[in-house]
């Protein structure tokens, strides 16, 4: 049990947000192995105030994925405030704002918001720190290492948002530079945990139990946040939980295992999306779930390629097992 402000967390697993895969039914999918804190897909504030109808579905959340944090982005403080108001009015359950300081994405950086925020960490307190004062309940930041090679200024960063009020900031070890490339630099943060003094959540390569428990031996961290390592084998989310309540490792998902998941995960998009909407996401989704596994190219391939109906899906696995 750990505590961001005073939202009580179970597990010490943390679901990233990641654009167009987090959605509801993702997050109640992952939510039964474990995690203990989701967060949604990243909400532009000005969608918000400008009403777009789109933008206002992304705050839909569940009892039963809670605690749930609601991740929003921009550039100016005033509105995300203006934002916050509007996300309490449309779902007055959500436990926590975390503040998107790390999306490195071209679009959202030349905005002034995501990861270009960490250029100027004074600029960064004023920001954080009207925010933290306006939002009625406990904000949180994500951050990166820093904006590039010659510019990692993520202890700075840490500190002045500490002194605004955020109540816990993720990491994810990589700079906003190098986006998703190369090696996520986990020793460049080592013990970084005991020198702050609110919750560490770090990502950026989670994606077995052995090399997360690494980097949390080396961090020091409170919490791991499972983002593209978690698409496709749920298990790892299991995995990590009860190592961290039984000090147990399980063994990794079995190939039937997998597509058991995989049809749950369908049936819950279906409901969510509809059945073409959904299909069109797991073309990008569903072949994760047989990486790993040999043999089964073929099978990825038509996943990503003819997916249609919920019949196809049935009728790709079924013909691979001929």
């Not at 679901?15 to 993702?26: D, E, Q, V, W």
């Not at 004023?126 to 904006?147: F, H, N, Q």
């Not at 993520?154 to 500490?162: A, P, S």
């Amino acid at each position: 049990m750990w505590k961001i402000g005073n939202v009580e967390i179970k597990s010490r697993v943390v679901l990233a947000p990641m654009a167009g895969i987090t959605s509801l039914a993702y997050r109640n999918f992952m939510k039964q192995f474990g995690v203990g804190l989701t967060v949604t897909e990243m909400v532009s504030d000005c969608g918000l105030i400008y009403g777009n109808e789109k933008t206002i579905e992304y705050l839909k959340t569940t009892n039963e994925e809670r605690p749930v944090a609601i991740q929003l982005f921009g550039g100016d403080a005033d509105n995300i405030c203006k934002a916050i108001d509007i996300v309490l009015k449309e779902n007055p359950s959500v436990d926590i704002i975390d503040i998107n300081l790390g999306c490195p994405v071209p679009k959202v950086t030349k905005t002034g918001a995501g990861s270009a925020l960490l250029k100027d960490p004074k600029k960064l307190y004023e920001y954080m720190k009207k925010i933290c004062d306006y939002s009625p309940i406990p904000v949180t930041a994500k951050i990166r290492l820093g904006w590039d090679d010659k510019t990692i200024n993520f202890m700075e960063n840490i500190e002045v948002l500490e002194k605004a009020g955020v109540k816990a900031i993720g990491l994810h070890a990589r700079t906003a530079k190098q986006g998703y490339s190369g090696k996520a630099n986990y020793e460049i943060i080592r013990d970084l945990q005991d020198k702050m003094t609110v919750p560490l959540i770090i990502s950026g390569d989670i994606y077995t139990l052995d090399e997360t428990l690494q980097f949390l031996d080396i961090s020091k961290a409170t919490a791991v946040m499972v983002a593209r390592g978690g698409v496709g084998n749920p298990r790892l989310i299991e995995q990590l939980n009860h190592y961290f309540q039984t000090g147990e490792k399980l063994p990794d998902a079995s190939l039937e295992e997998n597509i058991s998941y995989l049809m749950k995960f369908t049936d819950m998009l279906i409901e969510e999306k509809g059945e073409y909407k959904a299909m069109m996401l797991l073309r990008g989704i569903a072949p994760k779930f047989f990486d790993g596994f040999p043999n089964t190219k073929r099978i990825k391939n038509a996943l990503a390629q003819t997916l249609t109906t919920r019949a196809s899906l049935t009728r790709i696995l079924s013909e691979s097992d001929k």
